[in-house]
């Protein structure tokens, strides 16, 4: 899905999780020192990329209204349901499967997707989608319906003026029922809903097969 030679690149587990007390409201909330910390820690490392994310409860979201309850007393949505690949602005995206774009959008607020891609795919019947979202603005010229070939590069890790104002990464989720969205689908859901989330949005790693490969 993105370039990496397993005999050669390194991969860095990253915990955003709230367990992680050093990544405080003062990392998190302002992009250059959230963008300083993602590089210190691949830096530290020498590792090409920083991954994870499935299934984990985050602070992070903290810093953006997108997350926050509409109205006071509801719970907030903290619960992240992609799987998060950190590198450098520009990294291209590759298909991980054929696939037909299902639909486009720029979620351009603080905190949302950014410019979105995403594609449906079969297997053996059974229809499912992808989601990428953090893309480049420039990404966004792919038509619906346009097929997209295994390993064809579609998409491009974008800027934080493009992608939601987070540092450079892709976010990449499974839904098995996108349920009639377009452009967007809930990456982030309340933790009282997990459950019924987690069974919507297998673990995406079945996709980007990444896992085997991290060191540390």
């Known amino acids: 899905m993105v370039p990496f ?9 990253m915990d955003f999780s709230v367990n992680n007390t050093s990544l405080d409201p003062a990392v998190f909330s302002q992009i250059d020192n959230f963008s300083n910390y993602i590089n210190l820690q691949l830096s530290q490392h020498n590792a090409r990329y920083g991954i994870g994310g499935y299934g984990e409860l985050r602070a992070v979201y903290s810093a953006s209204p ?63 989608y992808s989601l990428y979202g953090h893309l480049s603005l420039e990404d966004l010229v792919l038509l619906e ?9 579609f998409a491009h890790f974008g800027k934080p003026s493009e992608n939601g104002q987070w540092p450079p990464h892709l976010h990449l989720q ?9 452009g ?19 673990d995406p790693d079945l996709l980007a097969n990444l896992n085997q490969f991290v060191l540390y």
């Open 5 to 13: 030679d397993p005999q050669q690149d390194k991969l860095v587990k």
């Open 145 to 153: 319906g346009t097929y997209v070939n295994r390993g064809q590069v």
């Open 66 to 128: 997108v997350f926050d309850a509409k109205q006071a007393g509801e719970e907030p949505r903290r619960f992240h349901l992609g799987l998060d690949i950190w590198g450098p602005e520009g990294t291209p995206v590759s298909a991980p499967l054929g696939g037909m774009v299902h639909s486009l959008a720029f979620n351009n607020q603080p905190g949302d997707y950014g410019a979105t891609i995403i594609l449906l795919h079969q297997m053996d019947g059974i229809p499912f």
């Open 184 to 202: 967007d689908y809930p990456g982030v859901c309340r933790f009282s809903e997990r459950e019924k989330y987690l069974a919507n949005c297998p």
């Open 174 to 182: 499974m839904i098995m029922d996108i349920e009639m969205r377009k």
